[in-house]
């Protein structure tokens, strides 16, 4: 008799690690364009020991989008937020503002005072080189966001090197090697959007980060 395969559910990775010590909430576009670089960060932070949270996760469609967004976000310690898609497209010419706006509520969420015990929010902005976020977010300039020059290797570089530095990160990998092992991860999920499609539940995503991620030990 075939033994029944198993698959990771959402209860399971509750009981792993939704702890905001080692969550890591991800902000980045959903878009197809943007799919190989949002793979890369979701590898690249399971990697250095942490835990990939996105509003993705809950599935919960009767909920409305924003309660999910907070409510990863706020049980999260840490945050990265992608402002590469502030700029005009499209025969309209419309920036997309819901990265920056996320950006905002972990801002907020990181000058909170209350309960005192609660340590504050940490975030990472990524943006694009030649500082065009300057322009749609000139209060960012106080800030160091990463810029970046849209490939994965140095995507990865950036992610890596602000999470190797909190607390709690868990990474004796370095750029080279999570960027060897990411073919490895891509062809999984590959195969698991040709089962799933666009309704590839988070935890198999986060599931298939882990198991990839375990082979660079």
Not at 31 to 60: H, M, W
Request: proline share 7%; with cysteine.
């Amino acid at each position: 008799m075939r033994k029944r395969k198993s698959h990771p559910t959402r209860s399971t990775l509750k009981k792993s690690a939704f702890r905001p010590p080692t969550s890591v909430f991800i902000n980045c576009p959903f878009d197809k364009d943007y799919l190989t670089l949002f793979d890369a960060v979701i590898f690249a932070v399971t990697c250095c020991g942490f835990l990939p949270r996105s509003a993705l996760e809950s599935g919960d469609v009767a909920e409305l989008r924003i309660q999910r967004i907070l409510k990863a976000m706020f049980s999260s310690e840490y945050s990265i937020h992608e402002l590469s898609r502030c700029h005009g497209e499209g025969e309209q010419n419309l920036a997309r503002f819901n990265m920056p706006l996320e950006l905002g509520m972990a801002m907020a969420r990181a000058f909170e005072t209350s309960p005192p015990r609660v340590k504050k929010h940490d975030w990472l902005a990524l943006v694009p080189e030649g500082h065009v976020y300057q322009k749609v977010i000139s209060d960012l300039s106080g800030y160091d966001p990463k810029d970046h020059d849209g490939s994965v290797q140095d995507v990865v570089r950036k992610v890596m090197s602000w999470l190797i530095t909190r607390p709690g990160a868990v990474c004796p990998f370095t750029p080279g090697d999570v960027l060897a092992k990411l073919p490895a991860f891509q062809e999984k999920v590959r195969n698991l959007r040709e089962e799933w499609g666009d309704d590839l539940p988070w935890a198999f995503l986060v599931s298939a980060a882990k198991e990839i991620a375990e082979q660079l030990a």
